[in-house]
């Protein structure tokens, strides 16, 4: 008699974040789920991760409405599955202890079953209070191991990610008390060598019994997936995860016909009718037709062992870049992320560490290595999302504690976090209430965990970031070719010294300083074009037509009464608008704070001066280039 493999259907949660970003509408994709729970698959992913924040952030939804229909579509019989990071819950900053315990009771309220709950440093006192809270709530708690490859070479890789590693891990939950119902070991980035799957297993079954429910997660971004998944049910797994057509394979999970196929002639079976998951495919297919499928989500990506992204965050790192007209130097940045794993102190590459590793990589490429640390991973490194498996470089260590003015630390994260007033419950109900919004559990959650792209959603002023490859029509054509043009860019040198210049009417900006002008043809009496004199030299830009965003945001104007314009450095979101016309500003003080890439960049005053004028609002879509306030000098 064949095994049954059991399988968590990912396609939902995985598979949205994996391919497009978790950027989809529920009414897409609900009528599946009713078709696939009529069809047998009654265990699915329904949230959590980034399909907790991605509705609020680009599809102008609500993530508990969202679980709600999930739970009608899916049926009140069906395992409904959440993913959990910890102390950060379904966010990538961490929160103190009401947070916490209110996100375990509002998934309660809210129809899901399962939570499988991980912290991506494998630092179990991480787990303890948040996998306590789980079950206190009524919810089937499942731990997390994390797991990874080390890029070839690390110096130090035999201190972490090795089966004895991962099976440590194990027994440290084991020893804390920590109540959990299965045990899943999760590989974001698919790269574990499937041998080190199996002995990683294999211990874990020894050490748990025959009686604990074993789980193996990963994904097929390095095109091993079904060999370490293979090597798992035979080295005792009970349950491995399974994605669906067109969210499958590449960077998400093997699809649920594929493993079927690599299961056929041996002793394992997933007990489904293979007719009818071809039929769902089908419509699921048909039902995400328009959605933008970035060609690298298909994909298997030879060379990801040495540079380990997890699939949810590469496609939505790469979507942000193409965003921000900057993938041109994707390959760089990606590259630049063996460093940053090496010198972060090996925690493992998925969120929100993944995304702290990609955003030091974006840093050390955009800015020069190691010249600007972003935050997040410099509190990682610094200890305030809890101890790395390994001690982070001493070097990078000194620049982290430099530049964000903190000292490291050993004390337990949910304590940091519980004395924050920045954080919790009461931080959240202030901002409510100074946004004349209702105080709820929910909003209180939706303040905490997605902060000021929260507030614009229960405003009403969210906006619509869901990429649909939807085809124009003939008069939108044409009125998007009758469209004013962008002006033309010029750098032009002086006796050597470059000069960044656009035209504007009757105004031509230097170096981001505006100057009224008049143009007609030929010379003034008396005054030949040869002796024409250059004028007055604010400070030298670039000398190419690339502006690097510290260039865009530090202009520097000399001329008394000047207007100088500040421009957006990246296509972004304003988060808060600190400074209003009319006030004083000095210079390098901020006046607006614009979110770009998953990461907070602000916005500061070229020059000492007075605010003319801010031309966005909080919530503002911004472009490249774009004027976003102007300061008389």
């Known amino acids: 008699m064949k095994k049954h493999v059991h399988f968590m259907c990912t396609a939902f949660r995985d598979g949205f974040q994996s391919v497009y970003g978790a950027r989809v509408f529920s009414k897409d994709f609900l009528p599946v789920v009713e078709m696939a729970s009529a069809y047998g698959i009654k265990h699915f992913e329904a949230g959590g991760g980034a399909m907790f924040q991605s509705p609020y952030f680009y599809a102008n939804e609500d993530a508990f409405t969202m679980m709600d229909?999930?739970?009608?579509?899916?049926?009140?019989?069906?395992?409904?599955?959440?993913?959990?990071?910890?102390?950060?819950?379904?966010?990538?900053?961490?929160?103190?202890?009401?947070?916490?315990?209110?996100h375990a009771e509002l998934f309660k309220k809210h129809g899901i079953t399962t939570i499988r709950n991980f912290d991506a440093l494998n630092d179990v006192n991480n787990l303890i209070y948040s996998g306590q809270c789980i079950h206190d709530a009524g919810l089937k708690h499942e731990v997390v191991v994390t797991m990874m490859e080390l890029p070839p070479g690390t110096p130090g890789a035999e201190r972490a990610h090795t089966a004895e590693f991962y099976v440590n891990t194990l027994r440290k939950i084991l020893d804390a008390g920590i109540p959990f119902d299965s045990v899943c070991f999760k590989d974001a980035s698919g790269t574990?060598?499937?041998?080190?799957?199996?002995?990683?297993?294999?211990?874990?079954?020894?050490?748990?019994?025959?009686?604990?429910?074993?789980?193996?997660?990963?994904?097929?971004?390095?095109?091993?997936?079904?060999s370490a998944y293979m090597l798992a049910l035979e080295a005792g797994a009970d349950q491995i995860d399974l994605s669906l057509a067109p969210v499958s394979g590449g960077t998400c999970q093997p699809d649920v016909l594929t493993m079927w196929h690599a299961l056929r002639g041996t002793d394992f079976d997933l007990g489904i009718d293979i007719n009818k998951i071809m039929e769902l495919e089908q419509f699921f297919k048909d039902q995400m037709?328009?959605?933008?499928?970035?060609?690298?989500?298909?994909?298997?990506?030879?060379?990801?062992?040495?540079?380990?992204?997890?699939?949810?965050?590469?496609?939505?790192?790469?979507?942000?870049?193409?965003?921000?007209?900057?993938?041109?130097?994707?390959?760089?940045?990606?590259?630049?992320?063996?460093?940053?794993?090496?010198?972060?102190?090996?925690?493992?590459?998925?969120?929100?560490?993944?995304?702290?590793?990609?955003?030091?990589?974006?840093?050390?490429?955009?800015f020069g290595p190691w010249k600007k640390i972003a935050e997040g991973y410099g509190k990682m490194v610094l200890g305030y999302f809890g101890k790395t498996p390994v001690e982070p470089d001493p070097e990078v260590l000194r620049?982290?504690?430099?530049?964000?003015?903190?000292?490291?630390?050993?004390?337990?994260?949910?304590?940091?976090?519980?004395?924050?007033?920045?954080?919790?419950?009461?931080?959240?109900?202030?901002?409510?209430?100074?946004?004349?919004?209702?105080?709820?559990?929910?909003?209180?959650?939706?303040?905490?965990?997605?902060?000021?792209?929260?507030?614009?959603?229960?405003?009403?002023?969210?906006?619509?970031?869901?990429?649909k490859e939807a085809k124009k029509k003939e008069g939108e054509v044409k009125a998007e070719e009758a469209k004013p043009k962008t002006p033309p860019v010029y750098t032009v040198t002086i006796n050597g010294k470059p000069y960044v210049v656009s035209l504007k009417e009757d105004a031509a900006v230097v170096n981001g300083v505006t100057y009224a002008i008049s143009v007609k043809e030929g010379a003034p009496s008396g005054v030949a074009a040869s002796t024409a004199q250059a004028p007055a030299?604010?400070?030298?830009?670039?000398?190419?037509?690339?502006?690097?965003?510290?260039?865009?945001?530090?202009?520097?104007?000399?001329?008394?009464?000047?207007?100088?314009?500040i421009d957006a450095p990246l296509p972004g979101i304003i988060l808060r608008v600190p400074k209003k016309a009319g006030d004083p500003v000095q210079e390098g003080e901020v006046v607006l704070v614009l979110e770009s890439m998953k990461m907070e960049t602000p916005i500061k005053a070229p020059v000492s001066g007075t605010v003319v004028e801010i031309k966005v609002s909080q919530g503002s879509q911004v472009k490249t280039g774009q004027i976003l306030a102007t300061i008389r000098q």
């Open 69 to 102: 229909n999930f739970r009608k579509a899916a049926g009140p019989d069906a395992n409904l599955q959440t993913l959990s990071r910890g102390v950060n819950v379904v966010g990538l900053d961490s929160q103190p202890r009401d947070i916490i315990k209110l």
């Open 192 to 226: 574990s060598v499937p041998r080190k799957v199996y002995d990683t297993i294999k211990g874990a079954r020894k050490l748990l019994g025959d009686k604990v429910h074993l789980v193996f997660h990963s994904h097929d971004t390095a095109g091993v997936c079904i």
């Open 289 to 366: 037709a328009d959605y933008f499928l970035p060609p690298e989500a298909t994909m298997v990506e030879p060379l990801i062992p040495m540079f380990p992204m997890p699939g949810g965050a590469l496609t939505t790192n790469t979507q942000m870049m193409r965003d921000n007209n900057l993938m041109h130097r994707y390959p760089e940045v990606i590259a630049a992320m063996g460093e940053a794993v090496q010198k972060g102190g090996f925690g493992t590459s998925v969120t929100p560490v993944s995304q702290f590793y990609f955003q030091q990589a974006f840093n050390n490429v955009m």
């Open 399 to 467: 620049i982290a504690k430099e530049q964000l003015g903190l000292e490291p630390t050993t004390e337990l994260v949910v304590d940091i976090n519980d004395r924050d007033p920045k954080k919790g419950r009461k931080a959240a109900e202030a901002m409510l209430k100074e946004a004349g919004l209702p105080i709820t559990d929910e909003n209180v959650f939706i303040a905490a965990t997605c902060r000021e792209k929260g507030i614009l959603f229960l405003q009403g002023k969210a906006t619509i970031g869901v990429r």
């Open 537 to 565: 030299t604010p400070s030298a830009a670039a000398a190419t037509g690339t502006v690097t965003p510290s260039q865009v945001q530090t202009p520097v104007a000399t001329a008394t009464g000047a207007i100088v314009e």
